[in-house]
């Protein structure tokens, strides 16, 4: 039995005491057919101006909005804000510490809405994630990988783990000592 494993994305926050791991798994290609046209526009635009994994994360959703605009794509239910930059972040979660010195999950869109991440961070989350989505859908599987190396700029890397997989590797607070994960303020979970 072959089992494909995608290459995930893993983008580390640091914080004071403590880190965020925003964990996100590839749109489906259902949805790249969708999207295609402005996935594939600002793939182009990204690398016609040599911004690659240096500067590319840090304008990717600012191009691929660009290019859903110019396509006629970026608003309304189906257009991209919702259903593209939608499913990006329904892909997505956000990995916190707990008061055990251990790990929990949270949709990525409800840590947005907790204001869990300050603007400048939920910006470069969401850039990051275009990125990653234009060059993932767009190189051969061969190359995802190579393409991707460059992110390590931005604390950034792939795992073929899923977030539960990626989130039991992590290390764990112990009694006297500290992995300098924690002191997260208090959640509020909406589940």
């Known amino acids: 039995?072959?089992?494909?494993?995608?290459?995930?994305?893993?983008?580390?926050?640091?914080?004071?005491?403590?880190?965020?791991?925003?964990?996100?798994?590839?749109?489906?290609?259902?949805?790249?057919?969708?999207?295609?046209?402005?996935?594939?526009?600002?793939?182009?635009?990204?690398y016609r101006e040599r911004l690659d994994s240096l500067a590319g994360p840090r304008v990717a959703a600012l191009l691929l909005?660009?290019?859903?605009?110019?396509?006629?794509?970026?608003?309304?239910?189906?257009?991209?804000?919702?259903?593209?930059?939608?499913?990006i972040v329904r892909l997505s979660n956000a990995i916190l510490p707990n008061e055990q010195g251990g790990w929990h999950t949270i949709p990525l869109y409800n840590a947005f809405q907790q204001k869990l991440l300050s603007d400048q961070e939920k910006s470069e989350v969401m850039g990051i994630l275009a990125f990653f989505t234009c060059v993932y859908q767009m190189h051969q599987k061969k190359n995802r990988q190579q393409a991707l190396d460059g992110l390590q700029l931005w604390e950034t890397h792939t795992s073929l783990?899923?977030?539960?997989?990626?989130?039991?590797?992590?290390?764990?607070?112990?009694?006297?000592?500290?992995?300098?994960?924690?002191?997260?303020?208090?959640?509020?979970l909406p589940y």
Not at 16 to 38: A, D, G, Q, W
Not at 163 to 177: F, K, P
Request: hydrophobic share 35%.
């Open 65 to 87: 909005k660009e290019a859903a605009i110019e396509c006629g794509m970026w608003e309304g239910p189906q257009g991209a804000e919702n259903g593209l930059l939608g499913e």
């Open 161 to 188: 783990l899923n977030v539960t997989e990626y989130m039991s590797s992590l290390t764990t607070s112990t009694a006297g000592e500290s992995s300098g994960e924690t002191n997260l303020p208090p959640l509020s």
């Open 1 to 46: 039995m072959y089992i494909d494993r995608h290459l995930n994305i893993v983008i580390e926050i640091e914080r004071e005491n403590y880190k965020i791991f925003v964990h996100s798994t590839p749109i489906s290609r259902e949805v790249f057919e969708v999207y295609y046209l402005p996935i594939s526009k600002a793939f182009s635009k990204i």
